[in-house]
């Protein structure tokens, strides 16, 4: 199972929001790229980018430093979300060297896109799925799809989708720990990988999202919990790596 650091770029600068609210921010660094390499000497597989404002802007708004941390680190795979909404945006990611592209708000509101990209850039699509009590966010977390997460990413198995990003925004940033159950069931319910993300706080967490991985959990995503030091991240990504 892969431990994936989380960036998360905010007026370029490395932030944390709490459930995804802009005003509830935290700032840990002025420079992501010296982030993005304490987690690669720590022994970071992949790096897992988030451009917040491209979110809520739905354009990208922070392409130059996302370019850098690609430019800086050309062995490492990096995954980018937020505000990826056409396939000149998707193209020009990949282009920089970005190994996979997250479609959020727009795989949701236009589900055909993904069956376009996904023939378009196989192996290169990830989807992620934000979800309150069972049911999809868009737009930067800002709205509620009717949309559940089972029904739309069994929908996305066939488009060529690499993987399915799953995230609780109801722990995201709480440091409340992962939400196992609704995690496994979703891995459960379709063939393609799950990325767990929201709510990963210790090393309990990750022992427990370990005995289901068999289930189809890929990997997780931490973020908070390794800025605040609740979870070293050099020893949990080892740990990770036998289950």
């Known amino acids: 199972m892969l ?53 809520f802007a739905g354009k990208p708004k922070n392409a130059d430093v996302i370019h850098a941390i690609v430019d800086a680190f050309p062995d490492i795979p990096i995954q980018i979300g937020g505000g990826i909404r056409d396939e000149e945006t998707v193209q020009g990611y990949l282009n920089a060297g970005v190994q996979f592209v997250i479609i959020g708000t727009k795989a949701v509101t236009e589900p055909h896109f993904i069956t376009h990209v996904g023939v378009e850039f196989p192996g290169h699509i990830i989807v992620g799925l934000d979800a309150k009590e069972g049911k999809v966010a868009i737009n930067g977390w800002s709205k509620l799809s009717r949309h559940s997460v089972i029904d739309l990413a069994q929908q996305f198995e066939s488009d060529g ?36 993300s929201g709510g990963i706080t210790n090393m309990d967490d990750i022992h427990a999202l370990g005995k289901v991985a068999e289930d189809g959990i890929m990997g997780a995503i931490t973020g908070r919990a390794i800025y605040e030091g609740t ?5 949990a990504e080892k740990i990770a790596e036998n289950y």
């Open 231 to 235: 979870l070293d991240f050099a020893e």
């Open 161 to 196: 989708v690499e993987a399915i990003i799953y995230t609780d925004i109801s722990r995201d940033g709480m440091m409340k720990g992962v939400n196992i159950e609704a995690t496994a069931k979703l891995a459960e319910a379709i063939r393609i990988p799950v990325i767990a």
């Open 3 to 55: 431990l994936i650091p989380a960036i998360d770029l905010k007026e370029g600068k490395c932030v944390r929001l709490r459930q995804g609210r802009m005003e509830d921010d935290t700032i840990f660094s002025d420079d992501p790229v010296a982030v993005a390499g304490k987690w690669v000497e720590q022994g970071a597989k992949r790096i897992h980018l988030v451009d917040l404002d491209g979110a």
